[in-house]
């Protein structure tokens, strides 16, 4: 017997009659949103040239969309993509044609792509090493990543598996058309960037540690993909022909950044910026 058995079906957004704002769309906007927000409160305190936050902020939304989507196409979709190139980045199918919007967005490309475009960052704009710029986006990104589950959740994608009949919680996701309560996996994973978020907010405000290039970057990967990695044990395989695999995809693809942070906070007390 479930204590909390929630029947789900938002639909796909708040229907203006002229117009339809998604939910996934809508919480895209309010994590870019907040944090810009964020990014300008740590460079204030640093004394960074303001102009630079407009710079950072149309990097990492380029890198987010532009990662997100090959990492969804590369890591999940491949053998759909390899005969549909052109539908990589138009939001429509063209066999039957079905306008569909931009769908299939994979967190690990979205890092890469961060990665990627804070290098370029770093050597055109900032001319601070990427290290030092990695340690502060990271925090707005942990941020961003509670939202973004959150639109999840509101489309009824990324499901957990389904829940035993003993447990207290579950979601029925109707818009499925399912008549059996599920883990909500979007929501586990929601709540541990938030504790992930105030983690790194802590550090950079009351440690000293965002004068030792990397530890706080390499806190971020341990803690985030570790959220990750543990949340899988309860989603569904985006992949059903790897769902007999012993760990997924995602847990894959999550144990190297793991251990690359780790490997960066052993070794960020040799990289303490100079005053």
């Given amino acids: ?140 990104v942990a941020f961003g990543g509670i939202f973004i589950r959150i639109g999840n959740f509101f489309n009824s994608e990324i499901v957990g598996k389904k829940v035993a009949d003993d447990f207290p919680l579950g979601v029925r996701f109707l818009a499925n058309n399912e008549d059996f309560f599920r883990h909500p996996g979007q929501l586990y994973e929601s709540f541990g960037y938030i504790i992930v978020f105030f983690i790194l907010w802590y550090v950079y405000w009351k440690t000293d540690k965002k004068n030792v290039l990397g530890y706080i970057f390499g806190l971020f990967l341990v803690l985030l993909w570790s959220v990750r990695f543990l949340v899988e044990f309860v989603k569904e395989a985006q992949v059903d022909t790897r769902s007999e695999w012993a760990l997924n995809t995602g847990q894959w693809l999550s144990i190297p950044l793991i251990l690359v942070g780790i490997y960066l906070m052993v070794r960020s007390n040799k990289k303490t910026i100079k005053a």
């Fill in 1 to 140: 017997m479930y204590f909390l058995g929630i029947d789900w079906n938002p639909g796909t957004g708040i229907d203006l009659g002229f117009f339809t704002i998604h939910y996934y769309s809508l919480m895209f906007v309010v994590a870019f949103t907040c944090g810009w927000f964020i990014m300008k409160k740590m460079f204030v305190s640093e004394n960074v040239p303001i102009e630079h936050l407009d710079k950072i902020f149309i990097y990492t939304v380029v890198a987010t969309l532009i990662g997100a989507r090959l990492g969804h196409v590369i890591f999940y979709d491949w053998a759909y993509f390899q005969n549909h190139l052109l539908e990589i980045f138009l939001p429509v199918k063209f066999d039957p044609f079905e306008f569909t919007g931009f769908r299939g967005l994979a967190s690990h490309g979205a890092a890469i792509g961060i990665i990627i475009a804070m290098y370029y960052f770093s050597k055109k704009v900032s001319k601070k090493p990427m290290l030092w710029i990695l340690d502060r986006v990271v925090i707005p």
